[in-house]
């Protein structure tokens, strides 16, 4: 059975930093792009950043130079490392999994609220 759950979400004040973890099991390796999302109330979920099989990653730009992820395939774990939080990065982080010949998983989300 494919699972995938998310961590470390919570209330930071604004300039704060939390990390996410996200952890897979089942099906789900190294060959997958790993990636979190996001969705804030009201709005459509959007890309966070990914991280290929291959190494290369993408930021959305709301978050360059702010959000780290990285990935340790041995523990099947990927993160997503923010700082320099601000209130608009509040909403449901999701993780995500996706292969181009396999099914697509998503986690159930945490919740990432930034506010003084």
């Known amino acids: 059975q494919v699972q995938v759950a998310e961590s470390g979400g919570g209330s930071v004040q604004p300039g704060g930093s939390l990390r996410l973890t996200c952890t897979t099991s089942?099906?789900?390796?190294?060959?997958?792009?790993m990636g979190w999302y996001r969705q804030a109330p009201g709005k459509q979920r959007e890309l966070v950043a990914t991280?290929?099989?291959?190494?290369?990653?993408n930021y959305a730009e709301s978050v360059e130079g702010r959000f780290t992820i990285s990935r340790d395939n041995a523990k099947n774990t990927v993160y997503l490392q923010m700082n320099s939080l601000k209130p608009e990065d509040t909403a449901i982080y999701y993780c995500?999994?996706?292969?181009?010949?396999?099914?697509?998983?998503w986690g159930q989300g945490t919740q990432v609220t930034v506010s003084s």
């Open positions: 991280f290929t099989s291959g190494g290369r990653t």
């Open positions: 995500n999994a996706r292969h181009p010949l396999r099914n697509t998983y």
């Open positions: 089942g099906t789900i390796s190294s060959t997958y792009t």
